[in-house]
């Protein structure tokens, strides 16, 4: 079993900045060599991918986040990061963190951590 827990988020103004974390565990869980991502999913919308890292800490983004968000990963903790700056209304979601098995996102999903972005 994997546990993945999603904390951070928080209502900020636009133009602002959050820190989003994830905690992954599980016994048969080797997150070192996991590609790790977020994806959100917004109000009445399907969840979304958002960013990816994988194992040797190559990065992708979405291009509606890219150069506002950054991914980042500490194998020694089993964490994921990601710091999202100027935070725009459309990034109002859930987040919520989880792991590539084979090509897909493992069935494993956490809480999430809501972000809304609001004057």
């Known amino acids: 079993q994997v546990q993945l827990v999603e904390s951070g988020g928080g209502l900020v103004q636009p133009g602002g900045s959050l820190r989003l974390s994830c905690a992954a565990s599980g016994s048969v869980f080797d997150f070192s060599i996991k590609t790790m991502g977020w994806l959100r999913q917004g109000p009445g919308k399907q969840r979304e991918w958002v960013s990816s890292?994988?194992?040797?800490?190559?990065?992708i983004y979405a291009d509606s986040v890219k150069g506002r968000f950054t991914i980042s990963r500490d194998n020694a903790k089993n964490m994921v990061y990601l710091q999202m700056n100027n935070l725009k209304p459309e990034d109002t979601a859930v987040y919520y963190c989880n792991f590539k098995l084979d090509l897909i996102w493992s069935p494993y999903w956490g809480q999430g951590t809501q972000v809304t972005v609001s004057s």
């Open positions: 890292i994988t194992m040797s800490s190559t990065t």
